[in-house]
């Protein structure tokens, strides 16, 4: 297998081509194309160079260079693709759409043209996608692979018209597709723009913890490493045209996981009873901040599809992901410190300037 992956340097990326390398049914090769965005960081694969020579390259491209794709696709004789790439961050995408729009739509439609000219080398083009296209549910209900499309931010109508695109190419061109639709990621590597890094690292410097209106929405939480395992799934044993929900079976509302994470640092490294409010835990630090505009209240996937069809069962306890996300954050201090010193410090300032 030739597996062009996209976006490899991001979050999801780097946990799949690190998951995949490491795995020993998989004796292929990947070729990474990112960017390199504020989102990515090609540190993360460093020692992943060193150690499967051969296995891996790298190369720093735009998704949106139809020509330069193309060129990628033919050197390296591209026969599985898996489309990460993306602009993922919401309230990025209500700041300022453009980026969305170019990467996740036109994006997506060059990788699909590309494909589709070179049909006949092609035994699968995977896109990444997710359960926030499908809008916001009331108290009750589950996200279906059926269920209408709604989606509330300018990322989740880009990635909306990103699926359209690639199940489209499927039914007029008969481009052997699969989309996987997935919910909440965390773990290793993530962006601390996202509620779960950064509220470690908050908690761990002793900064207010932002909590979005009333905290009362609802996500439903995946390990990074468990969407990894379906997504491999899928590639080898998906069906041509068919899309796939994967969620963690782990809905929890926002503030309830902030707690969660409070008391995990607390246990760890112990209180500061003299510091914070409540005079006992580092859930003192958490602020209710205003709400995110369009915020949808809850999201939960039913992933029976790929269960039944796939075998694939989300395998790791919230209580132990988030510990294990802590201890990875603790124990990365320069890849941390690395990340926080550019394009972080930016929008950390422009979000909370008149807080
Ligand atoms: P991320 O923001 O951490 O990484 C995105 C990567 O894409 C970065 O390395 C960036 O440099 C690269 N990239 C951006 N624009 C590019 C371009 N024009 N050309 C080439 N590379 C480009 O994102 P993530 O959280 O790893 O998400 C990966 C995918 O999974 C996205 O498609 C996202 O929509 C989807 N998804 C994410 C989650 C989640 O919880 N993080 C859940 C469901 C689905
Ligand atoms: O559901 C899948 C989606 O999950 C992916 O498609 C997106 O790429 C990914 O970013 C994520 O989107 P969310 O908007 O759900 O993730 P985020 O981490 O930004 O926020 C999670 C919840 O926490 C959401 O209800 C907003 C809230 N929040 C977020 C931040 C950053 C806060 O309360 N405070 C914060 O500071």
Redesign the pocket.
């Known amino acids: 297998m030739n597996l062009l992956v996209t976006g490899g340097c991001g979050f999801i990326g780097t946990n799949f081509i690190r998951y995949l390398l490491n795995k020993s049914d998989f004796t292929g090769q990947i070729i990474n194309v990112d960017q390199l965005t504020y989102a990515g960081n090609p540190e993360n694969l460093a020692d992943i160079e060193k150690k499967f020579p051969g296995r891996y390259a790298f190369v720093q491209a735009d998704i949106c260079d139809s020509d330069k794709m193309a060129e990628i696709f033919d050197d390296h004789d591209v026969d599985t693709v898996c489309h990460f790439a ?1 602009e ?4 990025r995408s209500i700041v300022s759409p453009d980026d969305f729009i170019k990467t996740n739509i036109i994006g997506t439609f060059n990788l699909l043209e590309i494909s589709r000219n070179r049909k006949n080398r092609l035994a699968r083009f995977h896109h990444i ?4 296209v499908y809008g916001s549910l009331g108290k009750d209900g589950y996200f279906i692979e059926s269920t209408p499309y709604q989606p509330s ?1 300018p ?2 109508a880009s ?1 909306a018209s990103s699926d359209h695109l690639v199940r489209a190419y499927h039914t007029t061109y008969n481009l052997p597709v699969t989309l996987s639709n ?4 965390y773990g290793p590597y993530q962006f601390p ?4 890094p ?2 470690i690292l908050n908690a761990l410097e002793e900064k207010p ?5 009333d ?1 009362k ?4 939480w995946l390990y990074v490493d468990d969407h990894c395992s379906a997504i491999w799934k899928i590639i080898q044993h998906g069906k041509n045209g068919e899309t796939y929900n994967v969620g963690g079976d782990c809905e929890l509302e ?1 503030i309830k ?2 707690e969660m994470i409070c008391d995990a640092i607390d246990s760890k490294i112990g209180k500061n009873p003299d510091k914070w409010r409540n005079g006992e835990s580092r859930k003192g630090l958490i602020k209710f ?1 205003k709400d ?1 505009p369009g ?2 209240q809850r ?1 939960a996937i039913d992933a029976t599809k790929i269960k039944t069809e796939l075998g694939w069962t989300p395998k790791t306890p919230v209580e132990t992901g988030i510990a294990a996300t802590i201890n990875w954050y603790m124990e990365n201090e320069n890849w941390v410190n690395r990340v926080k010193s550019g394009a972080y410090r930016e929008w950390m300032q422009r ?1 909370y300037q008149s807080d």
Do not use: F, W
């Open positions: 993306a993922s961050h919401v309230d996608s997710t359960d926030e931010s990322y989740s990635k997935c919910s909440n990621n723009e996202k509620l779960i950064l509220m913890l932002p909590v979005y209106g905290g929405n609802i996500r439903d926002n996981l902030v901040v995110r915020h949808d999201y979000q």
